[in-house]
């Protein structure tokens, strides 16, 4: 079946840095991509879209200047955390359509900010 | 819009007993519905997805769900837990032409006695 690599699995960073996120559709092109966060005890929920060579549409309540997200290729989607904090904190997943209904996911990456 | 419900944030079984994991939905269109499994430190993996064809959908690792249109129900079942089966479930849905947009429930951690 199609594969979805995210990287990194888990990265701890200080408070104010920023921290990049990679998610990649292996065998098959993505024109859309999907970024979810989940807060400990929660569920997933959708942070934004990302678009093949056009920008990201974010779900409100997403602060777009904080959470860049570039989708430079058909493979590949970038999350970027800006000036991160310790709320921003979160396991972050990433989803692309394959071929009718069905959405593959990443594994996901546990930020940790300190 | 559409919503998932999951009742129970964690259920409890004997090894070998029968599971249920329970949701419910709502929709203002037909869905599409899924479960999806996530280990721990792990994404998520398909368990299996209705999509309009047989209201009883079997999946991975002996799970089955139903899709009950009268009760908007979309339940999650196993005749006999293995200890292997422990995680965190998730019930999802999308909408027809969203474009793999899913929508998830807030997931239930299954914990199986030995």
């Known amino acids: 079946g199609a594969v979805v690599s995210q990287h990194p699995s888990r990265v701890i960073c200080k408070s104010g840095t920023s921290v990049k996120i990679e998610c990649r559709s292996l065998d098959f092109q993505a024109t859309t991509m999907f970024w979810y966060r989940q807060f400990p005890k929660q569920s997933l929920m959708l942070m934004a879209t990302?678009?093949?060579?056009?920008?990201?549409?974010?779900e409100q309540g997403v602060e777009k200047d904080k959470f860049l997200i570039n989708h430079a290729s058909l493979t590949l989607s970038t999350l970027t955390v800006t000036s991160a904090h310790p709320e921003d904190s979160s396991f972050y997943i990433c989803?692309?359509?394959?071929?009718?209904?069905?959405?593959?996911f990443g594994q996901g990456t546990r930020l940790t900010v300190v | 819009a559409q919503s998932v419900t999951q009742l129970g944030s964690h259920v409890s079984v004997s090894e070998g007993a029968l599971v249920l994991l329970r949701c419910n939905y709502s929709s203002s269109v037909p869905p599409y519905l899924f479960w999806y499994v996530q280990y721990p430190n792990q994404g998520l993996q398909l368990l299996l997805k209705y999509t309009s064809a047989a209201t009883l959908v079997k999946g991975i690792n002996g799970f089955e769900a139903e899709f009950k249109k009268s009760e908007t129900s979309f339940h999650l079942t196993k005749p006999s837990a293995h200890m292997s089966d422990a995680a965190e479930y998730f019930c999802a849905v999308t909408s027809r032409g969203g474009y793999q947009k899913v929508t998830f429930g807030t997931g239930t951690k299954l914990q199986v006695i030995p």
């Open positions: 989803s692309a359509p394959g071929r009718g209904t069905e959405a593959f």
């Open positions: 990302s678009n093949e060579g056009s920008k990201a549409t974010y």
